[in-house]
């Protein structure tokens, strides 16, 4: 079964930048898409990036985080400029056994544990 860990998570003043890592362990698929979700207090777990064939973006995010991944190493990023205090959430990583890229939290079948990235202002 695959693992996923991520890491990078902290806290950062408003206008700030963090990166986050997300390592893939176990068997893992040529045609998987890796996706950022985050969850804030209170409210549910949103779509934030992935990357498969092709890369996505929330709205509220464009422009400001990019997603790459280095696949000798299987490991995924999620480079985060720009922050603001909205952004405060705990960010999980995800897995799809597809290339096709989906915003569905249900859409995918692995997760991790989450990293908590907090903004202040």
């Known amino acids: 079964q695959v693992r996923l860990v991520e890491s990078g998570g902290g806290l950062v003043q408003a206008g700030g930048s963090l990166r986050l890592s997300c390592a893939a362990s176990?068997?893992?698929?040529?045609?998987?898409?890796m996706g950022w979700f985050r969850q804030a207090p209170g409210k549910d777990r949103e779509f934030v990036a992935a990357?498969?064939?092709?890369?996505r973006y929330a709205e509220s995010v464009k422009g400001r985080f990019t997603v790459s991944r280095d696949n000798a190493k299987n490991t995924v990023y999620l480079q985060m400029n720009s922050l603001k205090p909205e952004d405060t959430a705990v960010y999980f990583c995800?897995?799809?056994?597809?290339?096709?890229?989906?915003?569905?939290?249900?859409?995918?079948?692995?997760w991790g544990q989450g990293t908590q990235v907090t903004v202040s202002s």
């Open positions: 995800a897995a799809r056994n597809s290339g096709l890229v989906v915003v569905g939290t249900g859409d995918y079948d692995y």
């Open positions: 990357i498969g064939w092709t890369t």
């Open positions: 176990g068997r893992t698929f040529s045609t998987s898409t």
